[in-house]
C-alpha cells in the first residue's frame, strides 16, 4: 500500500504537487482563520445579550413590584421575555402569550437559580427552533413576601443569523480565495520553472 501511494506520488508533476501543496495550505490557514474569528464574534455577541439580560434583572428587581406589576411593566413590545415562578419552578406570570416566541422555563425552581448565581442559561423554546440566554435570580413579592424566581430572557435569533451570514460570506470568499490561490501557483510555477518540464520529462522515462 506505501509502495503504491509513494509510486503514484512519485509519478505527478512537480507542478501539480505545488499547486496541491499551496491549495492544501490555504484551505487550512482559512479554515483555522474562520473557525476562530467565528468564536470569538460569538462569544462576543453572547457577552453583550449577557449584559443586557443581567442589567434588565436588576432593574426589574429593585422596582420591589408584587408578582402581577412585574410581568405587566415588561409586557409590550419588547426583545426581553420576563416571567416569575414559583420556588418550585411553577409558572405565575410571564410578559407574552402562549404563541408568542419565548424559552421553554419550566422546572427552574429556587435551587438551580441558587446554583446559578446569575449566570445565563442557555434555554431552547417548545420546538427547539430557537435559543434564548435567560438570567434567573430570587426574587420577592412586594405585597406577600414570599420568595420566586424572576426570569429575564432574550432570543439569540439575531446572533445565530449574524452568525450563519457571516459563515456564508466567509465560504464564498475563502472558495475564491482557494481557487485564485490555486490557479496563481499554477501559472506561476509553470512560468518560472518551465526548464523543469525537460526534468519531468526525463524522470517519466527513468521511471518507465
Known amino acids: 500500500m506505501h509502495d503504491q501511494l509513494s509510486q503514484w506520488w512519485g509519478r ?31 462569544n462576543y455577541l453572547v457577552s453583550e445579550v449577557d449584559r443586557k439580560v443581567s442589567a434588565t434583572t436588576y432593574d426589574l428587581r429593585a422596582l420591589e413590584l408584587d408578582i402581577q406589576d412585574t410581568c405587566d411593566r415588561a409586557s ?21 402569550s402562549e404563541g408568542q416566541a419565548q424559552p421553554v422555563i419550566r ?26 440566554r435567560v438570567v434567573s435570580a430570587p426574587y420577592e413579592d412586594a405585597s406577600t413576601g414570599a420568595l420566586v424566581t424572576l426570569a429575564v430572557g432574550v ?14 460570506v466567509f465560504l464564498g470568499f475563502g472558495f475564491a480565495t482557494v481557487v485564485l490561490g490555486g490557479a496563481l501557483t499554477r501559472f506561476l510555477v509553470t512560468a518560472t520553472f518551465t526548464p523543469l518540464r525537460e526534468v519531468e520529462a526525463t524522470a517519466a522515462a527513468i521511471a518507465e
Open 12 to 42: 505527478i508533476s512537480l507542478r501539480t504537487k505545488t499547486t496541491a501543496v499551496t491549495v492544501l495550505l490555504l484551505t487550512v490557514g482559512l479554515l483555522v482563520a474562520g473557525i476562530g474569528t467565528m468564536t470569538v464574534l460569538r
Open 76 to 96: 409590550g413590545p419588547s426583545q426581553f421575555f420576563v416571567a416569575i415562578l414559583t420556588s418550585d419552578g411553577t409558572l405565575l406570570c410571564r410578559n407574552r
Open 155 to 168: 432570543s439569540l435569533s439575531e446572533i445565530n443569523a449574524t452568525i450563519a451570514q457571516y459563515t456564508a
Open 107 to 132: 422546572g427552574l425552581d429556587i435551587d438551580i437559580v441558587r446554583e446559578q448565581q446569575g449566570v445565563p442559561l442557555t434555554l431552547w423554546n417548545a420546538d427547539r427552533t430557537g435559543q434564548w
